[in-house]
Every structure is written in structure tokens, then in C-alpha cells.
């Protein structure tokens, strides 16, 4: 709602890509870092856009004064086609974006690993983006030698050059802008989780839930819910209640890479425990397997799994039973898969268009243990996914 009156901003100065040949303190490759008439050319000309943007919006003085992070610069042509997507550009959207790709320390290349993603915070911190204390996160992960960085709605970039260094850190050029992780609502429509999100808001869960902070919830997707048929759909609120919250782990935000080999003992958020196994990097919560890992949102993170928690089961993954590992066991007993509609989707919004966060197979790519491995998307980002779905609100003033 906060979106809703402001008045578009044309980004015509960046739009034609201009050289900038002097202006902020950003050098790259060892270059000077100071001179004495406060001027210095940009040794690296894909930076030209993205210096612009800096200027534009006052932000080059707090750049010139940042130290320790990375900087993942969005190249000429990613923001050029952030310029013409139709997203209108606050101030405070634009400090968010950019707060959200500077990222704390400083991650050369080298530092980022092929086999286990890093999640490293980033300078977003303002509350009306993220409720992620220490600011919100990216997923870094190296595929093929290139590094990737995956955002809201699992939307990647990947980095076409690399070790800038400037006085504050890194840079690294990407090819795209990152999306802002949205709030719990929208990234479970968006997900194409719209069972979870509909008994949600059948128990009027959705404002609670959208205000927490740090936390982990284990959705079960679509097909989880229809698997247990009418069952829940004709539980009481206080069971429903009681099961939904099984699913939520309160003031710990735990990324797949927090999750050590072998079992990992987590409380949810009204009670119980849960069982999370991490297997070879196959994650799996009691007895449900992780489809889809690591989906950010403000408040914390998403694991797609792909059978509904029972409180009152807590039986945990066979882990030496791997001949199961493709269907993992119902935590519910007597349940018959529903034939008609998935419960609690009537009347939510349908997601839109594709995105990574939306592999809700049970099977597949998605369900090994890096973000990387889900159906793989170039870095040009739909500008309707840009900022988790508020880009869609606000392209549609
Ligand atoms: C930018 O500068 C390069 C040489 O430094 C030149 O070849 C190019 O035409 C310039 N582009 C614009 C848009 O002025
Ligand atoms: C560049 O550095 C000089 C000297 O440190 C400083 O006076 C000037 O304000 C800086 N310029 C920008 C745009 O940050
Ligand atoms: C960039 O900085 C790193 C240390 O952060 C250093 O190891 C590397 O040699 C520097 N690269 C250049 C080209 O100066
Ligand atoms: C700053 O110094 C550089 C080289 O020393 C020079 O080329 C440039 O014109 C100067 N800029 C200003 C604004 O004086
Ligand atoms: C740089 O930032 C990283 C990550 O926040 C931190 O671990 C490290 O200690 C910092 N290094 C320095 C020299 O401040
Ligand atoms: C990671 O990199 C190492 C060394 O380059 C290579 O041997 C290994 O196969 C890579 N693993 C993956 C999963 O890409
Ligand atoms: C963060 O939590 C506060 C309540 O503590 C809430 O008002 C705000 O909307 C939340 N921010 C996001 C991005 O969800
Ligand atoms: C990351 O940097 C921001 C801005 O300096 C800071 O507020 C935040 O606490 C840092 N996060 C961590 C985990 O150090
Ligand atoms: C990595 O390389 C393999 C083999 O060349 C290829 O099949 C795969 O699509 C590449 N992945 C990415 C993300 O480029
Ligand atoms: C969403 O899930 C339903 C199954 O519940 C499936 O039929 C539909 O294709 C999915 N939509 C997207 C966009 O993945
Ligand atoms: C969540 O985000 C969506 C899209 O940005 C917005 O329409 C909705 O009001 C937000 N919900 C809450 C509870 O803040
Ligand atoms: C402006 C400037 O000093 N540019 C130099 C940056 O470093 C490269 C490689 O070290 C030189 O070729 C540039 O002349």
C-alpha cells in the first residue's frame, strides 16, 4: 500500500547508457582510489549505468563510504532494461535495491563455493522491506565456474566479471537486478503455494505470519495438501491451528547450508519438535523431503516440502531407506487424495507468470540441495518478478 501514490520517475539519464568519464570514487582492478582534484574516470565502462543510478538518487556519497562488502553492480544493459520495464523507481525503492546488493564482507570469487551455496546478508535492513535480522540474505553459489546470485522468487544473476576492487570492497558486474524477497503472502502465491496461503488465511494467520521475523517455514506444496483429501479441510480451527504451526520454526532462519549432515533437532513455533535431515544434500523434515529449498521472503526463509507435518506423527525419514527416497511417507493416517480441487486454493490469487520459487515437483532437478539445480534461469529477470511482487502493483498504477 505504501507504493500506491508515488508519481514515476523517469530514468532517462541512465536509459541511453552514457559514459560517464569522471565522477565517484569507484576504480576498479587496483586503480587509483583517491585523486587529488576528488575526481576519478571509471576505469570499467559497464559500470557506467550503475554509477548514474548512484548519482541520481544521492546515494554515491554513502557509497564512497562504504568498507568491508561486495557490490554486485547491475550492468549497462540490466538496468537499462530495469529503466523500460515500467517499474516506477522510488527513492526509497532504489536505496532498498541497492541497500539489498551490497552484501556484508568482502566475497571475492575464490570465496564462493560449487557445491555448497553461502547466504551472505546484504545492507538491506530497513523493516519495510525485511524482518531479517542482520539484513536480509542472497544465495551465492558457483556453477560452471561462474558465480550465480539467487534473490526473491529464487530470480538469479550471475556475474560477468569479477574482483573490482574499490576502496569500500568488490565489485562484481552482473547481468541482472536482484528481486527483493516480498513478504510471506505474496511469496507463497507466487511459489505456487496457494494451499498453505488459503489455510492461512481461513485461520486469519495471514497478517501474523507476514510480521514475523526470523523465521523458517516448512510449506508443503499443493500436492501435500490435496494428498491428505478432506481431511484438514474439515479439521477444526484448533487443529488446523495446531498443525500449521508445526510447520513454522520461530526466531531461527535456517538456510539449507545452516543444516549440518545427519539430523538436526529444530522446535517449532507452538511446540513439538522437528526432525531435519540433511542426507548426501537431500534434506528432509521428519518424514516429508524438501522439494524446493531456500526460498527467501522477508521474514526469513521457505523449504517446499512435499508432505503436510503431523504433531501428532513425528516419525522421521528412514534415512538408510533410500529405495523410499522419490515418495516419502504420509504423516497422516486413513487419508484419501482428494479428486476435486486442492483444499483452501478457492478464491486465492493464482500465481502469474514462472519463476524458480513455482518447482513444487515432488521429484526432479528441484530437489537436490542447491537452488542452482532448479530449472535454470538466465539473469534477465521479468521485471513484473522484480521486487517479490511489488513490481507488479506498482506497474499496474
Ligand atoms: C563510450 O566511450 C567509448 C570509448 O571510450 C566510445 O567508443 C563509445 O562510443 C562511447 N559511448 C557513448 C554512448 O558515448
Ligand atoms: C572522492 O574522494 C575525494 C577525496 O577523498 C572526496 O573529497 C570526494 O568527495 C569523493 N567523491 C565522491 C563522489 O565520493
Ligand atoms: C583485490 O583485493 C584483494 C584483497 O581483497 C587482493 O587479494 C587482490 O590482489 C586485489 N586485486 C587487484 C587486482 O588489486
Ligand atoms: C582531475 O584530474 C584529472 C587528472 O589529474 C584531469 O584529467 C581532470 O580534468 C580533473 N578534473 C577536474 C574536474 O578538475
Ligand atoms: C568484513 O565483513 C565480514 C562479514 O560481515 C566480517 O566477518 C569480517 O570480520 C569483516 N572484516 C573486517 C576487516 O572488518
Ligand atoms: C567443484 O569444483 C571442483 C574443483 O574445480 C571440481 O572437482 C568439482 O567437480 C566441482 N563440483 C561441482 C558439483 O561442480
Ligand atoms: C516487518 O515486521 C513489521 C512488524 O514488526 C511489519 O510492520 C512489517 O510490515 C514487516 N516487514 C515486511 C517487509 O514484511
Ligand atoms: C550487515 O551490514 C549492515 C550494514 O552495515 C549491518 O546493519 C548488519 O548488521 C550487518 N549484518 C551482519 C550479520 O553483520
Ligand atoms: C553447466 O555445464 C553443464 C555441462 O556443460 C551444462 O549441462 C549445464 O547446463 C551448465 N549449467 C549452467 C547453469 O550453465
Ligand atoms: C500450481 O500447482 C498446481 C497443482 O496444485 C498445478 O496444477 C499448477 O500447474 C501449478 N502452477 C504453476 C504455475 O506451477
Ligand atoms: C504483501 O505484499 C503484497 C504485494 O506486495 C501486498 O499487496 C500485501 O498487502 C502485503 N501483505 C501484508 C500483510 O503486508
Ligand atoms: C585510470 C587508470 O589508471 N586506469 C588504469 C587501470 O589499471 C589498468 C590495468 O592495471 C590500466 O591499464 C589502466 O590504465
Redesign the pocket.
Known sequence: MRFQNIAPLALAAFASAQNTTEGGNI??????TTSTNGT??L?NQQLNSFWTLLQQFNLLNSFSSLSNVTVLAPSNNALAALNSSGVALTSELVQALISYHTLNGTILASNINNVTSAFPHTHLTNPAFSNVTGGQVVEAILVNQTAYFFSGLKNNVSATEVNLNFTGGVIHIVDGTLTIPGNLTSTLTNSNLTALAGAATALNLTSTLSNLHDVTIFAPNNDAFQAVGDALANASTTELTSVLGYHVVNNSVLYSADIPEGETVVPAFLGGNITVQNINGSYYVNSAKVVNPDILFSGGVIHVIDRLLNPNNTVAHNATDTASSSTTSQAFAGVTTRASNVPFTSGQATPTSGNNAQSSATTGAAATSTGAANAFQSGAVGAMALFGGIGALVANL
Open positions: 576504480t576498479t582492478g587496483g586503480n587509483i576519478v574516470p576505469a
